[in-house]
């Protein structure tokens, strides 16, 4: 009896031995990897052909019983031997179709977070010239767009009803105060506040009443000023010189001209060499940007008058500074060779959306 | 000013030709030349000729077929001009390849009717001598030998002229006699001023009479008898030309050259047209006028000194002579006037009628107050010259003394303002060449008298200023600047350049707007009044300051859409001026505008909406303070007259209202022709502290787990979400970490008019970790509160199994 079933037993084995690998591959053929596990589950699972065959177990005697056991564990591992190998190999293709399967269209644009914006060319040099200025030193000092005559002229040495005015026409408003006409007047602000020493940079928007290629009747202007102890033209040579260089590339050589600015004293105009017909070699070979001299203007400067220190009463004897200022539109014009000044306030995408 | 070399080079004897040398050396002295031209250019190949015989053209009317001889050889010309003189009169031949350069022509041979001309006979024109071009030039008959060159007979025809861009403070270099001065220093050259006789003559009997003499300190006066007024010699005429001033009598070319030369105005009346023999200079009385040289007649003010006769003024003091008492053909007797006229009067009469002259434009700088007698030496000397005429008498009346300034001079001074020390040598040769008076020679400091052409110096700094310019700066060596600690921008600045990164961070293009705009277009914004108006603007579409910044950002919008740029991401940030004390406030402000459509990926465009840009302006709130505003839509009481009635809501951030947001209105959107619907949001910068960040303080994260359940109602589609949001916060209390809502729906099954809002909450508790039936329990009030408050029907609540 025993020996009977253990036949049978073994019969089943055998049969379920040569059938298994088959089966397999078969499901994973047809199915892919779901079907390979059902099919597993139907030989390996709870109710599966293995486990239904181990029950039949309980009638053998115990020697007997031993050896089936461990004939069905053989051909347990084996089973789940081929089943694990066959998922690898089902993976492993599955990985290789996907690596293999047609390339993304990279070509097809990219899904920006957010669209470009873009800085206007004037506040960009703005950042950078004050950038320049901080490293040296320089603090930032707001003032007023709207001013009072005496903080805008005349405590800058404007005398009244003289031709200096010229030089900067003047809008005025109906209470008698007027739009700056330069960041001059955080200068006498600055001095009428704090003691020296102090070394401020003040940029904001001027008017002027000038409309053509070059003028605008606003502007922005970025003025600088030291008061101190000692200062000396030198010294104010050496920092815009030093500018010069950070802002335009090493070696830019700056060149001084004697000029006149009501509130400064000697007054200059500063030129720097020409950036746009710099030769390998280092000359400069004149072009129109520099209308051929090799030279182009970019700020005015001089050492502050005494008469602006008594103003604010700030001692002449005891303080001297400088001070330069320039037109930030004009240091943007010539950066990026924009030919009209009226470009920079059309506020055109196309012309935007270019820096 | 324009100045000649030729002029400069007889004042200053020796003084290179080379108009570039002159021309550097006077910009490294703070004079300026602009630029550099040549006067009369293609004379200097032309040559007199004299008229040999004269034939009509054989087939053209008009022409004439002029033989002229030129020394060597004669030649056949055709020549249209009406003036050819008979033979044996002279003329002015181009030859064959003469390129003049006021015609842009170049001589070439020219068939005209059959006859080949190889060469011109030209006018004072076609050598830019002059706008005289109806007839050619001609001389007498024994001018020259034929065939001399044109600039040996008539040297003054060829000139370098320098433009020199003069700063206010140089009144000195308005005339060639003060240019001369400063080249003799600069070039270190002598200099040769003219030296014009004292005038001799007994005093005239024409009263002068000065009422204030602030207002005019010196006055000089001259009468000639007997002139002949006619057209002045071509070296006149040629050098005033050369100069920009029109020749006109001898007479009146005569003060023109004197102003050229000395920089000094003067005036010509004539004497018989000067009533009841005298001269009064005194302020304008109300109710007078006076029609002035160019024809206008101007009402005069209280404020303007005027040079009057015994009837009425004759001339505005420094401005303009009156047409009245003008030297015309006629005229043989004259009264010259040399004056010194206070500079603030001059200018304050010139401004008045907005007169700008050549004598205003100097008295108002300061002319010479002590070359008032040299001047009209000279004047009386030149005219003389060329109108004949006899010194009747003169009259000087001084009402007041200028004192000459004394300024002194501390060598250390110097020193320590420039950096760089001058030898006291090298200090004291410039000043004193520049014409200042050595007074005294201290121990450190040498005391100077100023000289009356430099009325721009009055302290030591002044001085050191001229020494340092005729050095030349580039003699001072840079000294690297001192060591300062570097600083951050700080202010305002800072501020406007954080706004300025997130913007542009958030796909914004910045624009940069004028600050002055159209009232109209304050009103049409409903923004506030201005604060400020503009008394003298420049368009009358700048008008006033603004008080909002979105005028300028639609115009430059509406300037896009009529270039076909329809898709807009635009903004700015600058002041706007507000009601102040004495100055008004001006705010610091960002303003942005979304229009058109968009960007998509690969999908229709679909135009800008409500969410994008309350999605911008709370992003942008959001990056710069890290806290998130809300957005309240507006009464329509309160709402701004510019918005649209269906999407305008207030900025509010932590309980301040801190900006504006909306669709344009579609009323705004026609007035300014925008053409298409704009977004637009402005916040009020001086509220945003974008220091908050820095004082951000951790929070212990969260130990116990989340449990999240969703809600679904439908309500009436005018419930906000919003609303129903906060009542879903409210009745969860503490427990719920967030509420989001999650979807909008509507159509469908649903019914019109109604909308499915559903709504995602996450429960949490600080201190121990929430059981479902805790959660349920109050999920389901808060499912009672909804759809109580609301009159909602429940569509669903769920619970969310965890991962
Ligand atoms: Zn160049």
Redesign the interface.
Known sequence: MSTEVEAQIDQSLATLRAAFSPRFEAAAGAGGEPALREENAKILGKKGELTAILKQMGTVPGDARKRIGEKVNLLKQEVEARFEALIKTLAASKRDAELNALPFDLT??G??P???????P??SVR?EV??IF?????????G?????KENNFTRLGFP?????T??QDT?????G?L?RTHTSNVQVRAMMSQKPPM?FVA?G?V?R?D?DVTHS??FHQIEGFVVDE?V????L???L??FAERLYGPGTPI??????FPFV?????VDIGCVFCIQPSGTRRGCSVCKRTGWIEILGCG?I???VFEHCGIDPERY?GFAFGMGVERVAMLRYGIPDIRL???????F??QF | MKASLSWLQSLVPGLPGAPDLVAARLTGAGLEVEGVHVFGAGAECCLVVRVTAVRPHPSREGLRLVTVDRGSASQELVCGAPNVPEPGGMVVLAPLGTYLPAKDMTIEPRAIGGVTSEGMLCSEAELGLSTDGDGIIVFAPDFVPPGTPLLEAWPSASDTIFEISLTPNRPDGLGHIGLARELSVLFELPFAPPMPARLAAREHDVAIVIDDGERCPHYASAILLGVNVGASPAWVRHRLNSLGVRAISNVVDVTNLVLLEYGHPMHAFDLALLRGEKVHVRLARAGETLRTLDGVDRSLDGDDLVIADAAGPTALAGVMGGAGSEVKPTTENLFFECAYFDPRTVRRSARRYGMHTESSHRFERGVDHGDTDNALARAVALTQELAGGLLQGVKRVDQKAIEPGRVSLRMTRMTQLLGHAIDRDVSTRVLKSLGFVLDENGSDADTYRVPTHRPDVSREVDLIEEVARVVGLDAIAAVRPRVRPSVPVGGRERLIRRVREEAVGLGLSEALTYAFVAEGDLALLGAPAPAVRLANPLHEHHTVMRTTLLPGLLQAAARARRHNERHLRLFAVGSIFLEGGELPAERPTVAFLLGGERPAFLSRLQSYDAWDAKGLAVSLVERLVHSTPEVVPFEATTRPQHLHPRAAGRLVLAGKEIGQLGLLHPDVVDAIDLDGEAWVAEIDLSLIDIDVPKRTRFMPIAKFPISSRDLAVVVSENILAGDVARVIGAVAGDLAERVDIFDRFQGGTLPTGQVSLAFHVVYRAKDRTLTDAEIDAKHAAVVTAVTSRFGGTLRAWYRQEPE
Do not use: C, Q
């Not at chain 1, 000396?232 to 010294?235: G, I, L, R, S």
């Open positions: 097809l644009p899904r920006a957010t669209p470009r914006g873009h800085r206007h004037v506040s950042e004050l950038d901080a490293s040296l030193g320089f603090a930032v000092h707001d007023p767009e709207i001013e009072l009244p009803d003289h031709p200096a010229d030089m809008f005025w408003t109906t209470s105060t739009l070394a940029p928007a008017y009443r409309d009747p606003m000692k000396t033209f030198a010294e040579k050496g920092t010189a030093e060149r001084m001209r004697p000029s006149y004293e000697p007054g200059a105009e050492m008058h005494p008469v001297t920079l306030f059309e506020n055109d995408p196309r935007l959306s």
